[in-house]
């Protein structure tokens, strides 16, 4: 029998995620300049997340709060209804400000 658990790893997942990332952009399946709600049709409401690039994410200048660490887990659908119910604290490309939130999305 397998057995098989999931959790989180904080910070660890980044360099995966960037480079899982990076290997699409690669192989032309992605490009860096989309706008991230080009894949997430979630934030495609609001005129400020279409500006966010998977550029902007990747670099931590999407202007995205840091995003909550809590050990409860929220479902994918409260995740992302708190990230596109937030304000953006600066314009995208302005700034850099750490987010955990920008990397929940490049995961998605």
Not at 1 to 18: D, H, Q, Y
Not at 35 to 56: D, M, V
Not at 73 to 93: E, M, N, V
Request: one cysteine or more; charged letters at 20%; aromatic letters at 12%.
């Amino acid at each position: 029998m397998l057995f098989r658990s999931l959790f989180r790893i904080g910070c660890l997942t980044k360099p995966v995620v960037a480079h899982a990332v990076l290997q699409l952009a690669s192989q032309g399946r992605l490009d860096p300049d989309d706008s991230i709600a080009c894949y997430i049709p979630e934030l495609e409401t609001r005129p400020e997340f279409r500006s966010i690039t998977i550029s902007h994410l990747l670099s931590h200048t999407a202007g995205l709060a840091r995003g909550p660490y809590h050990s409860r887990a929220y479902s994918d659908k409260d995740t992302l209804l708190r990230i596109s119910s937030s304000q953006l604290l600066f314009a995208p490309g302005e700034h850099f400000k750490y987010s955990n939130w920008g990397y929940y999305l490049l995961g998605k």
